[in-house]
């Protein structure tokens, strides 16, 4: 039998970094197993589920290549895919349930429950519906309901007994019976909830194996009860750890940033953030942390999970992306800046600037940041006045004498201005640092820049003169005031 999996993310809010991540790992089982990987929109929290929310998540998956071979925009045989859609086969599921007596009809009012929960918290019992309406006749229950009386669907979890099964990564896991609360199948709406939903869509989708995050492991006792009640045999299960923030609670956007849109925004590659996204969890035989999606899904394998949480790192995420930035060609590197400012710039500009940024951009929203001064010129200010121990008058003449004889310099290569630079800085008497310092302010503005001559050979001559006379005639102000 094919291997089927899937994710089933809810569309709420921004599309989430644990989504990714679920992803990757179901679709690298998938790619290595020659199965399928399904996407399920579960979208029956109606008050929270967007359609901006869910194009997002098409969206920021596809970004990253985690596409899906069924799926609510590309279709399939096991459709619909998204569960809102789907309400009559749960509504048939249940009446199945009912009808063997594995679930029964509730009318207890939320007021009751309240009440109830209330009791119960002030006893310090734990909160659990009492089956008031467990023992009820199913005739007169269902009299009740065609008469119009508002109710719900519970599942009828056994008095006791143990429920186990065995997680692909992590052992074997049980549950007792007595521990579990008669769960809502049916809310009053006609919405299935969660539980009802997932098992009865993983069942009619095939899903061989479920992976999901280890959140979802309380869920598995009620899932296993209403497998055997519909006489199925559940998938395989799998939870991977959840993912932590570096003081090890769970993620989360208080932290740290979780939405993949901000991720994708900041610059960060999508093979860098599946690369990063593997080291959650998976590691490969050779230990090696730099690898593409294909070689993840080769190597696979339920035991090279760990289930001891991974840290979200985000310096790690930088290192790992400015290592994949590195490694582009130039014309890949202009083609992925393009949407960070690179496409309205000039582009000759913008390919002689590249060799001198590519080693030091770590996030392609560095762009602007990191390059600006080679676009406008920047304006003289206090900075000048900063570097070295020279008095402004003498700063002044040095940036003119320099302007000067840049104006004279035919050969404008970086070596040449260079060899120049240094011979005038030799007559003048300045340290090394006090002298190119002054320089690199003058010319771009700030104390950190690509190579100084190599910036001026890509500014070029004029360019360069103009900058430098602009900032001597502020220092010479400078002096007067
Ligand atoms: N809808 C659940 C979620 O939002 C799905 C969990 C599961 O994979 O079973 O993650």
């Known amino acids: 039998m094919s291997v089927r999996v899937r994710i089933a993310p809810s569309p709420t809010g921004d599309p ?17 197993q020659g199965g399928q990987f399904l996407l399920r929109i579960e979208d029956t929290d109606r008050t929270r589920s967007t359609p901006e929310s869910e194009a997002m998540i098409f969206e920021s998956l596809r970004w990253l ?27 048939d599921h249940t009446e199945k349930l009912l009808a063997s007596g594995a679930a029964y009809l509730c009318f207890c009012t939320s007021e009751r429950l309240d009440a109830l929960r209330r009791e119960q918290t002030t006893a310090k019992l734990p909160t659990r519906y009492d089956g008031a309406c467990r023992d009820l006749a199913p005739a007169e229950a269902s009299r009740r309901r065609t008469a119009g009386e508002a109710c719900v669907v519970r599942l009828r979890i056994p008095a006791s007994g143990e429920l186990a099964f065995d997680d692909l990564v992590r052992g074997r896991i049980s549950f007792q019976a007595e521990q579990i609360d008669d769960q809502v199948l049916l809310k009053g709406d006609g919405y299935p909830t969660y539980h009802l939903a997932n098992v009865v869509d993983d069942h009619l989708m095939g899903i061989t194996h479920v992976m999901r995050a280890e959140e979802w492991i309380p869920s598995v006792p ?89 840290v979200f790192d985000l310096k790690k995420l930088e290192w790992l992306n400015g290592t994949y930035l590195r490694e582009l060609i130039p014309g890949a590197l202009a083609a992925r800046l393009a949407p960070f400012g690179a496409s309205a710039q000039d582009p000759a500009r913008v390919a002689a600037i590249l060799p001198l940024v590519q080693e030091r951009l770590k996030r392609l929203a560095e762009w602007g940041e990191l390059t600006d001064f080679f676009f406008t010129a920047p304006e003289p200010g206090p900075l000048l006045l900063e570097q070295g121990k020279h008095p402004a008058a003498e700063g002044a003449a040095m940036l003119e004498e320099a302007a000067a004889a840049l104006q004279d310099q035919a050969d404008f290569s970086s070596a040449a201005v260079e060899a120049l630079l240094r011979g005038k800085q030799a007559l003048r008497g300045w340290k090394t640092g006090d002298y190119f310092m002054t320089l690199r302010v003058a010319v771009t503005g700030r104390k950190a820049t690509p190579p100084l001559t190599d910036t001026f050979a890509v500014l070029g ?18 002096r007067e005031a």
Do not use: C
């Open 65 to 91: 290549g985690l596409t899906w071979d069924e799926g609510p925009d590309v279709g399939g045989p096991s459709g619909p895919y998204r569960q809102s859609e789907r309400l009559p086969i749960y509504k």
């Open 222 to 310: 009620k899932h296993l009860l209403l497998y055997r009640a519909f006489g199925w045999t559940p998938p395989g299960m799998a939870h991977l750890p959840l993912l932590r923030n570096p003081d090890r609670s769970k993620i989360s956007k208080r932290k740290q940033p979780t939405s993949l849109n901000w991720y994708r925004d900041q610059g960060y590659l999508p093979e860098a953030m599946v690369n990063f996204l593997a080291l959650m969890g998976f590691s490969q035989p050779d230990g090696k942390e730099i690898f593409p999606f294909e070689e993840m899904a080769r190597n696979f394998a339920f035991e090279r999970i760990t289930t001891s949480g991974p």
């Open 16 to 32: 989430h970094v644990g989504t990714a991540y679920v992803a990757l790992f179901n679709r690298a089982f998938a790619r290595q």
């Open 461 to 478: 001559r004029e360019e360069v003169v103009r900058r430098l006379r602009a900032a001597a005639a502020w220092l010479g102000r400078a």
